[in-house]
């Protein structure tokens, strides 16, 4: 499985499994012990998907070594220190490991003071190695500036809305140039790769490739240096999506799937998301 290296060190597989929406109990617990058994070692989880449990049983289960296997957990981050520290334990508990790979804000607050102030306390986690590296979701350019103001560790990933659609080009630019590695979520599009000129333009390309529109949109990613993490609880899609992995795409293919966007953002905005005015 190729690997992104964080500006740590630390070596990310490019691609995973995203669960939001993947049902705790038997719908999370099946589909990401499948998916370790077909070869995926990246798992993406949230304290808010309320998956983490199932997510635990599954790699215990899998037999993968743990440390074979990265996993990514996320927390809202508007909290008090105290509460956040509960969440975190709450997190390592479910998850049956004593360290996450990756440990990401799930949204940024309105408010520059509180990002500040969760990031310092991932700063603590990451200097007592509970988490191998942190980062950030749903951050523009301009909430990393306030971030920056304070931080003394820089993020290492920025998950973010990216599929055809929204291709982000311009902050997948930035962020190179601060060497943040970019992961996308939605990759999809929530269903709308298979239409409109979305489905003319992947269309074309899935043809030359003898593969699907999904498996063009995953090699897009990958080709363009950027995390993938699609969810799936089908295990045919869970196959097929895995099999993306070994798809070269040209730049000029890479290209013209660039020029597909059209700035459609599909999930909230972060600066106009009800969570950034959020505080407990
Ligand atoms: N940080 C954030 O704020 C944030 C927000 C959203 C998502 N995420 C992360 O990103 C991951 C991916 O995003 P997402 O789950 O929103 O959307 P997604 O991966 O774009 O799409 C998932 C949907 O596509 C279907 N699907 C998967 N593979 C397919 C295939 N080969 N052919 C046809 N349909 C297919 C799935 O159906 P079935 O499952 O029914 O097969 C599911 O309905 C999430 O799971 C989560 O880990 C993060």
Request: net charge negative; proline share 4%; aromatic share 10%.
């Amino acid at each position: 499985m190729k690997t992104i290296q964080l500006h740590n060190g630390v070596e990310m597989p490019q691609f995973g499994l995203g669960t939001f929406r993947m049902a705790d109990g038997e719908s999370a617990y099946e589909s990401v012990k499948y998916a370790l058994s077909l070869g995926y070692r990246h798992i993406d989880t949230a304290q808010m998907y309320k998956n983490e449990e199932s997510v635990g049983d599954a790699i215990r289960d899998s037999k993968v070594p743990r440390e074979e296997i990265f996993i990514t957990t996320k927390q809202g981050g508007h909290s008090t220190v105290e509460n956040m520290e509960k969440l975190f334990d709450e997190s390592l508990k479910k998850l049956q490991t004593d360290y996450v790979d990756l440990f990401l804000i799930h949204w940024p607050n309105h408010d520059k003071t509180i990002n500040q102030q969760t990031w310092k306390f991932f700063e603590s986690l990451y200097e007592q190695k509970k988490v191998r590296a942190i980062g950030v979701s749903n951050f523009q350019k301009h909430h990393l500036l306030d971030l920056y103001e304070t931080a003394r560790v820089k993020p290492m990933v920025n998950q973010v809305e990216c599929h055809p659609g929204l291709s982000q080009v311009p902050l997948k630019k930035y962020l190179d140039e601060q060497k943040i590695a970019l992961e996308s979520y939605g990759p999809f599009m929530k269903g709308g790769i298979f239409e409109g000129i979305w489905e003319e333009g992947l269309g074309k390309i899935a043809k030359k490739h003898h593969a699907t529109i999904p498996q063009i949109v995953i090699a897009w990613g990958l080709a363009r240096g950027i995390i993938m993490i699609p969810k799936t609880v089908t295990p045919a899609r869970l196959e097929e999506n895995f099999k993306a992995t070994r798809i070269n795409l040209s730049e000029k293919e890479v290209e013209e799937i660039n020029s597909l966007n059209r700035g459609n953002r599909i999930y909230t905005d972060p600066d106009n998301s009800p969570w950034g005015a959020y505080f407990e």
